[in-house]
């Protein structure tokens, strides 16, 4: 239903780098991040979730951390060995005690990533009960029946050190559930300790959130056992739940649901069993025809240098994502390990997997939605404004008329709404493409008439529009991150770079002719031009500024703040709250009813804006500000009378860089003469991904090239027969080209298929 999706890329430190705002058609959508060679080393995080998302629980937010190498450190950072973090989950979600009791456990070194130990549990007089060890990822699992009034330990060796853990508490009285994975069938084991044994027992069989199957147990045995097919669920995790009879969840466990058949696949076919460096490659893409709607299948497709990017089998893929990890809490390791059908270990451990991190909310009814409740984030399909009208003076919210014009190149729209009791409005979804100015009025209404007041004086009509607050949801603490790379890759890797770089310079070493040494006294570097051009794109009216401040100034400031950087890097700028003085302009006026000195006039890209907009603008968003004072600042009329702070961003004039709509979204905007106007800056726009032409037969080309990412489309489109063709030209390394092609049915089923080619 959601149209729009938020990308995050998150550092080592766990904050927020940089944000998209991404528009999806089709249920996909496209876009990157430029790195900054500022960037520390260290594993970062890429997050992506639509606003209805945010009503549950951040941990089913898409994840997948990509690994930053920096160029300017190299520094070996040793982690410590500590005190392994090691749970247990009982099968089912309680222990009860004379029962036998199944419980999976998760170990994790203080990495984050699972370990192997090996240990057992113990009574209160250190009695050893029963062994255990992990099978992998730190993970596995151990039959255990504890006595009442008994108290219980694990107790492990990890680095020559032992440890001691608590286990859950169990109960006198309780309900067990245990899942048999069989051939055709699951064998669910039923044990009880109520004086009614089982009787009136429901258990439900959930997927996709909606109920599959269910059974009622009668009669008062203190055992049962269901078999439940596999044929009835599809592909995927199988939620079963045990209710009583009042409808309380006593159990609940996962299950997964293989299919052994892959019935959606990508044939990848190449036009010839290898090919020359900067040859044009042609691939051919066929879908199985098991395949429903073929032509409406959204896939992508990257094809990568195996000998230095990194492709590990049991990295995250769209099937391991879609399938597991997006219904599982916190962080799985290797998740593409649980679909190798070749390994033996791999069900067991997948099981084990699922018993530790499928801990969800119960099921308490039979009812599959809940329309009684309202969620506090909407489903949305466009851009949308939402917020109070309120009084300048005393803040109170009134009733009032809010109209919006959108206006850019391409269209302009009018709208309006009446706002409800507290001056509460909502108003959108608008489909912004583009950078658009946005236009808001305030009209007041006379409670008597009903009416809108036209004769009202200037100084009763002061009103603020208060937008509602959109900050980026809180990120989850994650330890140890600049040391999650395997040292051996990382090395290779840096290597390879070192030596590609070298290749480059002395493979045209021939052809380089050596002059006698130059000495360059005056190197001029004009820059004003360079603003001038980009100004002009804008449709700037001035042209020589009192002060500019370049984005170097911006980013090479101390103190990452805009505001204190414009504060300490304009004279005479003075701000205080919401009070701003350019000093050095002409005389300062006092307002009748206000109170406070005039502001400058700040203007966003050309177009006028308020001081809150400017105060939420990210530094490295900006390309340029300049400033204009006295006779210079004449231009734009009395409104400028205070001077004139001009802001220009990256997106308008055409550099590197991005302004979200949430930094609109979050601003708070006061207006006191009753129009509000600023720019929107429109979803994000993926650049195009570069890939050279090389001309047949000629094979003179100054520029060596070592691309290691060759050809990455968002969107392969298929025709009604479910067939593609796409084509790129070989880099000059000799290697193997890794083609992935990930992508999703419109059933909602998951496809990934790989193939490789040889370049020589």
Known sequence: LSKIVYVDLIDPNNKIVDTRTIKTEEGGGAGEFRLSEKLITGSYLIRAYTNYMRNFDDQFFFRKEIYVHSLSTDKTITVKKGRPDLQFFPEGGTIVNTCSNRLGFKVLGVNGKGVDVTGAIIDENKNEIVKFKTSKFGLGRVLFMPEKNKTYKAHIKYAGQEYFYDLPKSLNKGITMQVEDLPDHYQIIIQSSLDEGVNNLLLLGQQKEKIVGRAKIIGHEKASTINIP??????????????????????????????????????????????????????????????????????????????????????????????????????????????????????????????????????????????????????????????????????????????????????????????????????????????????????????????????????????????????????????????????????????????????????????????????????????????????????????????????????????????????????????????????????????????????????????????????????ETIDFVEVLKGPRAAIYGSRASHGVIAIYTKTATGETGSFTTREVNKTEIRNQNEVLRFVHPGYYKAREFYEPVYKTGKTDYSKPDYRTTICWRPTIKFNSQGKATISFYAADKTTTYRVEIQGITPDGIPVKSEALIDVR
């Open 230 to 619: 596999k044929s009835i669920f599809k592909q995927g995790i199988v939620q079963f739940t045990l209710l009583g009879k009042d409808e309380k969840p006593w159990c609940e466990r996962l299950v997964f649901v293989e299919d052994n058949e892959d019935k959606t696949k990508v044939n990848i076919t190449f036009t010839k069993n290898n090919y020359q460096r900067r040859e044009l490659v042609e691939i051919d893409l066929s879908l199985n025809k098991n395949t429903q709607r073929m032509s409406q299948t959204n896939m992508s497709v990257a094809i990568t240098d195996m000998l230095v990017v990194n492709s590990d089998d049991y990295e995250s893929n769209i099937k391991s994502y879609l399938l597991l990890s997006s219904d599982l809490r916190g962080k799985i390791e290797s998740p593409g390990y649980y679909f190798m059908a070749e390994d033996i270990q791999r069900k067991e451990v997948l099981d084990i997997l699922l018993m530790t991190q499928g801990g969800r909310e119960f099921i308490t009814n039979e009812s599959e939605t809940h329309n009684d409740i309202q969620p506090k984030y909407r489903v949305e399909t466009g851009v949308s404004f939402k917020g109070n009208v309120k009084k300048f003076d005393d803040h109170n919210k009134i009733s009032s008329e809010v109209t919006l014009v959108i206006s850019n190149k391409d269209f302009s729209f009018h709208d309006s709404i009446q706002t409800r009791e507290g001056g509460r409005f909502f108003l959108g979804d608008y489909n912004i493409i583009d950078s658009t100015t946005i236009i808001f009025q305030v009209l007041d209404f006379n409670k008597d008439k009903g009416k809108k007041r036209k004769n009202k004086k200037k100084s009763e009509m002061n009103y603020y529009i208060e937008f509602d607050k959109l900050s980026s949801p809180g990120v989850a603490f994650r330890s140890n991150l600049k040391n999650d790379l395997n040292k051996d890759y990382e090395k290779n890797y840096i290597e390879r770079s070192k030596t590609t770089q070298v290749d480059g310079i002395n493979q045209y070493a021939n052809d380089v002719v050596e002059i006698d040494e130059v000495v360059l006294k005056t190197v001029r570097k004009n820059k004003t031009d360079i603003y001038e051009i980009k100004k002009k794109k804008l449709g700037v009216k001035h042209s020589n500024p009192s002060q500019l401040i370049s984005s170097e100034q911006l980013e090479n400031a101390a103190d990452g703040n805009l505001i204190t950087i414009l504060e300490s890097r304009i004279p005479g700028l003075d701000i205080r709250g919401n009070i701003i003085t350019l000093r050095g302009v002409t005389t300062v006026q006092q307002q009748d009813y206000y109170k406070v000195p005039e502001k400058p006039l700040f203007l966003l890209d050309n177009i006028p804006t308020s001081y809150e907009t400017i105060e939420n603008l990210r530094v």
